[in-house]
């Protein structure tokens, strides 16, 4: 088979398949999408965000070890985490206004309107870490 026209199957969350992380894994996937999905250059308070995020992971792991879990268990324990993160919720509030508006596929609101969908991140975040892992096993 060529490997250029290869596609990798992408698990869905009811896959039994269990896969190991760091938490380095899902703090640096977490700064990769707070990143993609901000409407400045890199969201406020990232440093802080990244921190408190490693905070709320910690009592998972012992030390620095890899901890098994599958799509779903990484899914809750990301959401669960990012509630203990004051800087990451507040990045779903805009600066100015409701966070209300018209947006169509030629433009969206000003940043200082626009705000950055936890839920969606939460999504992203581990999305990525189970296709990462999906990549390493083939």
């Given at each position: 088979m060529n490997t250029a026209t290869k596609t990798i199957p992408f698990p869905t969350w009811t896959d039994n398949s269990?896969?190991?992380?760091?938490?380095?894994?899902?703090v640096g996937v977490m700064a990769m999408w707070a990143v993609r999905q901000s409407p400045y250059a890199v969201p406020a308070n990232l440093e802080d965000a990244l921190k408190e995020l490693?905070?709320?992971?910690k009592p998972t792991w012992?030390?620095?070890?890899?901890?098994?879990?599958?799509?779903?268990?990484?899914?809750?324990?990301?959401?669960?985490?990012?509630?203990e993160?004051?800087?990451i919720e507040a990045w779903n509030v805009p600066e100015k206004g409701d966070g209300r508006g018209f947006v169509t596929r030629f433009?969206?609101?000003?940043?200082?309107?626009?705000?950055i969908d936890i839920d969606a991140l939460i999504r992203n975040v581990t999305h990525?870490?189970?296709?990462?892992?999906?990549?390493?096993?083939?």
């Open positions: 269990p896969y190991h992380y760091f938490i380095k894994d899902i490693t905070e709320a992971l012992k030390g620095d070890q890899l901890h098994e879990m599958h799509g779903n268990e990484l899914r809750d324990l990301i959401a669960e985490a990012v509630k993160c004051p800087s433009g969206g609101p000003e940043p200082d309107y626009d705000f990525s870490l189970i296709e990462m892992r999906v990549v390493e096993k083939d």
